[in-house]
């Protein structure tokens, strides 16, 4: 079984400021895959960045990083230059060997504020 | 490339009532799967499917029927409509290991489903 926390109900940012988003994952298989999604009040799930559990360097996509932790087992969301369309929420989520599921946590729900 | 679509977009059904939601992805990605979304919730797997005839359950299938005939085509079927089965439904795709879209799980714009 896998599991996500994401501890951050909702958290505030400053626009133009880094805002780090927590996630920690359970998994008991060898390989698995981490994904961050954004969820803006418009309903659609937009993918952000993926990390494999075997790449060497962090995953980054642009203003979008992840700060991977594989002792930790965490996996969080860096966002920097926060804008105003930033604010959304924020799905932390798992694949493991059964690559056609994912495993979702709770979300966090960011603002940003000007 | 369409991606992932769904349809309806929106649905009100009366308990007891049947009807099948539709999903499909032109990517030619084997594996494919629907979640359902409840109010300030994330997102559960009710079933999935690593390729065409090859269905598996997620974490919340009683309810659900799903089939995978083609490998475009993934619809869920609900048997007998209940209440609790208001939600936002979404299905997504994503290519197999060593496909270029591997590392992206793709969602359709989602169906809003109510049942009174």
């Known amino acids: 079984a896998q599991k996500i926390t994401q501890t951050q109900p909702g958290m505030f940012v400053q626009e133009k400021e880094a805002v780090t988003l927590d996630c920690t994952y359970d998994?008991?298989?060898?390989?698995?895959?981490l994904f961050w999604y954004k969820q803006p009040s418009s309903g659609e799930m937009i993918f952000l960045i993926y990390?494999?559990?075997?790449?060497?360097q962090n995953a980054t996509e642009g203003r979008y990083s992840l700060n991977f932790q594989k002792a930790r087992k965490s996996a969080n969301l860096v966002i920097s230059a926060s804008q105003l369309g930033d604010s959304a929420m924020y799905f932390c989520?798992?694949?493991?060997?059964?690559?056609?599921?994912?495993?979702f946590g709770q979300g966090t729900i960011l603002t940003v504020h000007p | 490339n369409a991606g992932v679509t769904q349809t309806p977009k929106f649905q009100v059904l009366k308990t007891g009532q049947s009807m099948t939601l539709q999903c499909a992805q032109d990517?030619?990605?084997?594996?494919m799967s629907w979640y359902r979304q409840d109010p300030g919730m994330g997102l559960r797997l009710i079933h999935y499917?690593?390729?065409?005839?090859?269905?598996d359950q997620g974490e919340v299938p009683n309810g659900y029927n799903v089939s995978r005939s083609t490998t475009e085509d993934f619809p869920l079927r609900l048997l007998s409509a209940a209440p609790s089965q208001t939600s936002v439904y979404f299905c997504?795709?994503?290519?197999?290991?060593?496909?270029?879209?591997?590392?992206?799980?793709?969602f359709g714009p989602g169906t809003r489903l109510t049942v009174l």
């Open positions: 989520a798992i694949s493991g060997t059964s690559y056609g599921k994912l495993t």
């Open positions: 998994t008991s298989d060898p390989s698995y895959g």
């Open positions: 990390q494999g559990s075997y790449d060497q």
């Open positions: 990517m030619n990605h084997e594996y």
């Open positions: 499917s690593v390729g065409a005839g090859i269905t």
């Open positions: 997504a795709s994503r290519g197999a290991s060593g496909d270029p879209s591997y590392n992206e799980q793709f």
